[in-house]
C-alpha cells in the first residue's frame, strides 16, 4: 500500500504533539508493515529538517517548489498580485492555477503515487480525491468558537472515507457529532515512542522537581500554576521547581512573565521553550512528579509521559483525563483547574505523601505498555485498507 501523509504546514520543531504523533506513525509503519511506502507532503525546503528528526526513516518527501516560487513572486511583485487578485474576483481561476495553495496539478500528481491520503491531524481544507483518512485529535474546532459550524458541515459533507481519534472522551464527541459516521469512525490510542526500558527510568530523582511540558497556549492554564506556586511561597514552604518545555508564544509569554514576576516566583519556574527531544526524556526521567493545569485535551502527552516512567502526577481533573485515568484504575492527584488553592494543596500532597501516586504511575505504565508504534501503525493499516476497499465498492 502506498499512504500520503498529509503535512502540509507541519515545522519541526514547532507543533509538539501534533509531530510527535506524525513521527511515531512512521516509524510505527516502518518497523511493522515494511510492504508499505510512506510518502510525506511537506512545505518545500523543509526535507533536511525532517530528516534530522525521521533520520532512519523510510520515508518519500514531496516538495511542491514550483508552487513556492509562485508565492514568493505573487508577495513581492505588486503587478502579479494585482493580475491574480483581479482574475480571482472574475471567476477565472483556471488562469492562474499556478498561483492556487495548494496547486490543483501539485494535488494530481501526489494522488497519482499513492492509493490512500491520510490527514494527521484536522484541516479544514480537502484538496485530495482518492480515499482519506482523517484524525481529529480533539474537538475543539467542533465545540467551541465562531466557526463551529461550519466546521462540523465540512465533516458532515465531505466524503472522508474514514475519521479517527485516539482517546474515549474525543471519541465519544465524535459519535454524537457525526452519529452517520459511526460505522467508519475509529478509536486508535498511541504512545509517541515505545515504553522506556527500566534501565533508562533514572533511579536518581530530584527532590520537588516537577515538569509540565506543553506550549504556553491558553487551555494549558500556566496561569494559575503560578498563582499556585505563589500560595505555596507565602505559606513558606519549601521552594518547590516547576520545568516547562514546549513552544512559546510570544504573546502568551509576555503574560505569564509579568504574572511570575508579580507573584515573585521566577526560581519557581521556568519555561524553557522548544528543546530536543532527547533532552525531554531526560527531565522525565530525573524529576520527582509531573503536573498539568490543562483545561482541555484529547487526552494529554504529559501525563502519558509521566506513566512512561513511572512517575507521581497531579492533573485536572476533566473528562478527557478522568475517562482515561479512572478507566483503568491509576491513582493520581486531581485538582480543580480553576483553583490555584487545589493546585497548590495537590502538588502539597504529592511531596508529602508520594506513595500512593507512585504507585498509581507504575500500574499505569504496565497498562500503557500494550501501546507501542508497531500495534497502532498496524490499526491505521486496517483502516487505510479499509477506506480503499470502500472506494473501490463505490
Known amino acids: 500500500m502506498k499512504i500520503l501523509f498529509e503535512?502540509?504546514?507541519?515545522?519541526?520543531?514547532k507543533h509538539?504533539?501534533?509531530e510527535n504523533f506524525i513521527y511515531s506513525l512512521v516509524r510505527g509503519f516502518n518497523s511493522s508493515c515494511q510492504s508499505d511506502?510512506?510518502?510525506?507532503n511537506i512545505n518545500p525546503g523543509l526535507k533536511t529538517e525532517f530528516n534530522k528528526v525521521l533520520p532512519e526513516a523510510r520515508v518519500v518527501y514531496l516538495e511542491d517548489f514550483k508552487q513556492s516560487h509562485n508565492q514568493k513572486i505573487y508577495t513581492n511583485n505588486w503587478l502579479v498580485n494585482y493580475f491574480v487578485r483581479g482574475m480571482r474576483r472574475l471567476g477565472l481561476k483556471s488562469i492562474i492555477s499556478g498561483f492556487d495553495v495548494p496547486r490543483n496539478e501539485w494535488c494530481k500528481q501526489c494522488e497519482e503515487?499513492?492509493?490512500?491520503i491520510f490527514y494527521p491531524f484536522w484541516m479544514e481544507s480537502f484538496y485530495f480525491k482518492k480515499p482519506v483518512v482523517m484524525v481529529i485529535h480533539d474537538f475543539r474546532h467542533f465545540?467551541?468558537?465562531?466557526?463551529?459550524?461550519?466546521?462540523?458541515?465540512?465533516?458532515?459533507?465531505?466524503?472522508?472515507?474514514?475519521l479517527v481519534t485516539s482517546w474515549p472522551d474525543p471519541y465519544q464527541h465524535m459519535l454524537e457529532l457525526f452519529p452517520e459516521r459511526k460505522s467508519t469512525s475509529f478509536m486508535i490510542p498511541?504512545?509517541?515512542e515505545p515504553m522506556p526500558k527500566e534501565d533508562e527510568i533514572s533511579k536518581y530523582q530530584i527532590p520537588r522537581l516537577f515538569i509540565y511540558a506543553s506550549s504556553n497556549g491558553a487551555d494549558k492554564n500556566h496561569e494559575n500554576l503560578i498563582l499556585a506556586l505563589g500560595i505555596l511561597k507565602k505559606r513558606g514552604i519549601e521552594p518547590v521547581r516547576v520545568i516547562c518545555p514546549g513552544t512559546q508564544i510570544a504573546e502568551r509569554a509576555k503574560v505569564l512573565d509579568e504574572l511570575i514576576r508579580k507573584e515573585d516566583v521566577s526560581d519557581w519556574i521556568q519555561f524553557l521553550g522548544f528543546v530536543p527531544r532527547e533532552h525531554v526524556k531526560w527531565l522525565y526521567s530525573i524529576c520527582f512528579g509531573v503536573i498539568t493545569t490543562t483545561k482541555y485535551e484529547a487526552f494529554s502527552g504529559t501525563v502519558m509521559e509521566a506513566f512512561q516512567y513511572a512517575k507521581p502526577v497531579a492533573c485536572s481533573r476533566i473528562p478527557s483525563l478522568t475517562s482515561v485515568i479512572d478507566t483503568n484504575d491509576?491513582?493520581?492527584?486531581?485538582f480543580d483547574p480553576d483553583n490555584s488553592e487545589e493546585i497548590a494543596d495537590a502538588i502539597t500532597e504529592v511531596i508529602e505523601n508520594p506513595e500512593p501516586y507512585k504507585k498509581g504511575a507504575l500500574h499505569a505504565r504496565r497498562v500503557f505498555s500494550k501501546i507501542t508504534p508497531e500495534t497502532t501503525a498496524l490499526k491505521y493499516r486496517d483502516v487505510f485498507v479499509l477506506a480503499c476497499s470502500k472506494a473501490y465498492i463505490q
Open 16 to 18: 509538539c504533539g501534533i
Open 330 to 334: 491509576i491513582a493520581v492527584r486531581y
Open 7 to 13: 503535512c502540509s504546514g507541519i515545522v519541526p520543531g
Open 113 to 116: 503515487a499513492v492509493d490512500v
Open 143 to 162: 465545540t467551541h468558537g465562531k466557526n463551529v459550524d461550519k466546521n462540523v458541515k465540512i465533516i458532515k459533507e465531505h466524503p472522508a472515507y474514514c
Open 37 to 40: 511506502e510512506i510518502y510525506m
Open 190 to 192: 498511541f504512545q509517541f
